[in-house]
């Protein structure tokens, strides 16, 4: 037992024009949240701020930290470890 107003509002919200919408938003949404956490996971970001007030002393000297390094040779690349 529909009545009209269910009717027009399912007609209205749930009709093949709506999809590309949908699926455009959800596209967005998800794209957003997924840069979002790739920029969380970047080393210059510091989460334990109250444990480790010196982040940067806990690169060694042999560990690259840069995004890139044009001439410098290094044994290792850093790592986070805690997250």
């Keep these: 037992m ?3 107003a269910m009717k027009l509002f399912l ?8 999809i590309p919408i ?4 959800v596209m967005a949404v998800g794209g957003a949240s997924w840069y979002l ?3 969380a996971r970047h080393p210059e ?6 444990n480790n007030p010196y982040p940067w002393l806990d690169i060694k000297p042999d560990e690259n930290a840069k995004l890139h390094a044009v001439s410098h040779q290094f044994a290792r690349s ?3 470890d805690k997250f």
């Design 45 to 50: 970001v510091v989460w334990d701020r109250k």
């Design 37 to 39: 956490t790739r920029l």
């Design 22 to 25: 949908v699926g455009i938003m």
């Design 78 to 80: 850093w790592t986070r």
């Design 11 to 18: 007609k209205r919200w749930y009709g093949p024009e709506v």
């Design 2 to 4: 529909s009545s009209p």
